[in-house]
Each structure stands twice: as structure tokens, then as C-alpha cells.
């Protein structure tokens, strides 16, 4: 009987030391806390057309966990075409990580509207004709939506290690399109990020 109990015992024992790493592993791995960000910037030689290199683009603003910050990256433009309703329309994400920098020189690294990179899907625009320059060419505003995700291998300081997404929507001043000018824009978005424990 002793041996029976004895037996069971240690049984239990084993199942119990198999369980604690399942258990252990089933808990969070970090702190999830919301995200909000706003800012203006500038692509200071415009927006490209599909086949372009990416153009380099930087912004101020303010966000939750960063505070007043710059960043700056690089957009590529994949694909534009005409829309039935005279618009244009197309896909787009970034070229090199956009870095956002906190005061302290913390930064939070991301790619935006790249599935290759975590993306749920291509970012989009549509651009909206405004006017007509004397030469011809469109003058147009841009509003783009690109899901945000954070590189946690590329962010540094407070933002090492977390993880997390957030959508941003974006519009600019008018531009006339395949200009090189400055295009000034703001944006705004809100998700969550993921800081470890």
C-alpha cells in the first residue's frame, strides 16, 4: 500500500515538474500599453512614381512613450493607376526603416505598409487632382494608410525588444505630381506596442 501511494506520489510529482514549463510558457511574454502618434514632416525631394528610387522623408511630433520626437526613413512607390473616378490610386511602403527618435536619444525602428516585414497588408494611397500647372502637369493631394510595425532588433534604449504595430494615416499639401519639390504632409495613427518584462 506504502509502495502504491509512494508510487503515485512520485507520478504526480513528475507531471507536475512537466506541467510548470507548459504553464510557464503560457504566460505574457511583455507588457502590452497603447500607442498614439502625431507629426508633420516633409519629403523634401517629393514623392516618387513607381519604378523611382525611394525618396528620403522626416517629420516632428508627439507619441505616447516617445514624446516629442523626429524621425525620418525612406518611402517607395510601388504601383499608381487611374481610377474610374479620376483619382489615382496605388500601393506603397517604406524603402529604409523609418526611426523615430525620443529626446533622449532612444529610438523605435520601423517598416510601414512592407508584408515582407510584417505588414498585414501593402500600404495605399489615393491621389487626388487639385489643379493644373500652366505646363500640364496634375497638381494633386495625397492621403496614404500603411500599417506601421515595429523592428525590435533595429530600436534601441526604452524600445529594445518590444514589439507591436500601429496603422497611420497620412495627407499632404498639394504637390505637383513627379516634381521633386518638398511635399509637406501630417499624419496621426494609434495601435499597441509590446515591451518586454
Not at 1 to 12: E, G, T
Not at 34 to 60: C, D, M, N, Y
Not at 150 to 168: D, K, N, Y
Request: aromatic fraction near 10%; glycine fraction near 12%; hydrophobic fraction near 40%.
Amino acid at each position: 500500500m506504502v509502495r502504491v501511494i509512494r508510487c503515485a506520489w512520485v507520478a504526480l510529482s513528475l507531471a507536475m515538474l512537466v506541467a510548470v514549463p507548459a504553464v510557464a510558457k503560457a504566460q505574457p511574454t511583455g507588457v502590452e500599453k497603447p500607442f498614439k502618434v502625431t507629426g508633420e514632416g516633409v519629403a523634401e525631394e517629393g514623392i516618387p512614381l513607381p519604378g523611382q528610387p525611394a525618396r528620403s522623408h522626416w517629420i516632428v511630433g508627439e507619441a505616447t512613450h516617445l514624446g516629442r520626437h523626429s524621425g525620418e526613413g525612406s518611402v517607395h512607390t510601388d504601383s499608381a493607376s487611374f481610377q474610374p473616378d479620376g483619382t489615382i490610386a496605388g500601393k506603397f511602403g517604406s524603402g529604409d526603416p523609418f526611426v523615430f527618435v525620443a529626446a533622449n536619444g532612444d529610438k523605435l525602428a520601423c517598416y510601414y505598409g512592407r508584408t515582407d516585414k510584417g505588414a498585414s497588408e501593402p500600404g495605399s494611397f489615393v491621389l487626388t487632382i487639385v489643379d493644373v500647372t500652366p505646363e500640364g502637369a496634375p497638381v494633386v493631394t495625397a492621403e496614404w494608410i500603411a500599417e506601421f510595425v515595429v523592428q525590435p532588433e533595429l530600436s534601441t534604449g526604452r524600445f529594445a525588444g518590444v514589439t507591436g504595430s500601429w496603422v497611420m494615416y497620412a495627407e499632404s499639401e498639394p504637390f505637383v505630381l513627379g516634381s521633386s519639390d518638398p511635399v509637406g504632409y501630417s499624419w496621426d495613427g494609434a495601435g499597441k506596442l509590446t515591451f518586454p518584462k
